[in-house]
């Protein structure tokens, strides 16, 4: 038997043979959380889900899972994720979002590890689906996301909405092979909307922290965004869709520093 000794309160734990509890986050995900859960099915020994009050079916389709239901009120993303984490039964936590599923590699990956989970942390590459077709470019793929993990040496960080787990200084991090699956935009409608939203949260979380924008970065950031992910990250292999990525990445960087901007000269952007 493996074990060791967390620095935080000098607790002895064993690393093999361990109890995996997934973690999800929903607000109206009755078109997602199915295909999310069937893949978690003979991995996770507990499922938790936070919701914030959806009004659709989600809760149905959880209660199908025998999943553990928990209603929260929508702080931030990682404010939420850290709270779905600490409600979890079991301190080996797999965090996925509602509209993510497990592909069969990276399930026998986390099978496996379950006997032997030697590291603190483990991460893999998330492939997104858009609208119709899988995207390898763009800057999307490969998309390395950290999203299993002993809660004893991690949590959610970051700025909302970009959440990314930190592992403490120190960690063991390990790569498992296989993909998670990301069923991003069922159309372009959805990706310009999540967009705009998105960017107005980011806008005021910069603002918070104290980050500017200018004129300059204005009209720079969306030409050097689209440079980058249609030319120096291949998005033209993608087709169409590649271009249309690109093209709304960009619209993403116009809007934060224009919005950003807003809040500077004292204007609202919602």
Same mark, same amino acid.
Request: glycine share 4%; with cysteine; aromatic share 10%.
């Given at each position: &038997?493996?074990?060791?000794?967390?620095?935080?309160?000098?607790?002895?734990?064993?690393?093999? &043979? /361990? %109890?995996?509890?997934?973690?999800?986050?929903?607000?109206?995900?009755?078109?997602?959380?199915?295909?999310?859960?069937?893949?978690?099915?003979?991995?996770?020994? =507990?499922?938790?889900?936070?919701?914030?009050?959806?009004?659709? %079916?989600?809760?149905? /389709?959880?209660?199908?899972?025998?999943?553990?239901?928990?209603?929260?009120?929508? =702080?931030?993303?990682?404010?939420?994720?850290?709270?779905?984490?600490?409600?979890?039964?079991?301190?080996? /936590?797999?965090?996925?979002?509602?509209? =993510?599923?497990?592909?069969? =590699?990276?399930?026998?990956?986390?099978?496996?590890?379950?006997?032997?989970?030697?590291?603190?942390?483990?991460?893999?590459?998330?492939?997104?689906?858009?609208?119709?077709?899988?995207?390898?470019?763009?800057?999307?793929?490969?998309?390395?996301?950290?999203?299993?993990?002993?809660?004893?040496?991690?949590?959610?960080?970051?700025?909302?909405?970009?959440?990314?787990?930190? &592992?403490?200084?120190?960690?063991? /991090?390990?790569?498992?092979?296989?993909?998670?699956?990301?069923?991003?935009?069922?159309?372009?409608?959805?990706?310009?909307?999540?967009?705009? %939203?998105?960017?107005?949260?980011?806008?005021?979380?910069?603002?918070?922290?104290?980050?500017?924008?200018?004129?300059?970065?204005?009209?720079?950031?969306?030409?050097?965004?689209?440079?980058?992910?249609?030319?120096?990250?291949?998005?033209?292999?993608?087709?169409?869709?590649?271009?249309?990525?690109?093209?709304?990445?960009?619209?993403?960087?116009?809007? %934060?520093?224009?919005?950003?901007?807003?809040?500077?000269?004292?204007?609202?952007?919602?």
């Amino acid at each position: &038997m493996q074990q060791c000794v967390n620095k935080k309160n000098n607790a002895v734990y064993d690393k093999s &043979m /361990i %109890k995996l509890s997934a973690v999800i986050i929903t607000f109206n995900e009755e078109h997602n959380i199915r295909r999310c859960l069937e893949s978690l099915e003979g991995i996770a020994d =507990e499922i938790v889900v936070v919701d914030s009050f959806s009004t659709d %079916k989600t809760a149905e /389709i959880c209660r199908e899972f025998n999943t553990v239901w928990i209603e929260n009120k929508f =702080e931030g993303h990682i404010e939420q994720k850290n709270f779905a984490l600490n409600a979890a039964t079991n301190d080996h /936590i797999l965090s996925l979002d509602a509209d =993510e599923a497990l592909d069969d =590699e990276l399930r026998e990956q986390i099978k496996s590890i379950k006997n032997n989970f030697s590291a603190d942390g483990y991460y893999f590459n998330r492939l997104t689906h858009y609208v119709d077709q899988w995207i390898y470019r763009c800057g999307w793929y490969p998309d390395s996301k950290l999203r299993l993990l002993d809660r004893r040496k991690g949590h959610w960080s970051g700025v909302n909405p970009h959440d990314i787990i930190k &592992m403490d200084e120190g960690s063991n /991090i390990q790569k498992l092979s296989g993909n998670l699956l990301h069923y991003s935009y069922d159309s372009i409608t959805d990706h310009v909307n999540q967009t705009n %939203k998105f960017t107005t949260i980011a806008a005021r979380a910069a603002f918070k922290q104290g980050k500017r924008s200018s004129n300059f970065k204005i009209v720079t950031r969306p030409v050097l965004k689209f440079v980058k992910d249609y030319f120096l990250k291949r998005g033209f292999l993608d087709g169409r869709y590649g271009f249309i990525i690109c093209c709304i990445n960009s619209l993403s960087a116009l809007l %934060k520093y224009s919005k950003l901007k807003d809040l500077q000269d004292g204007r609202d952007i919602n």
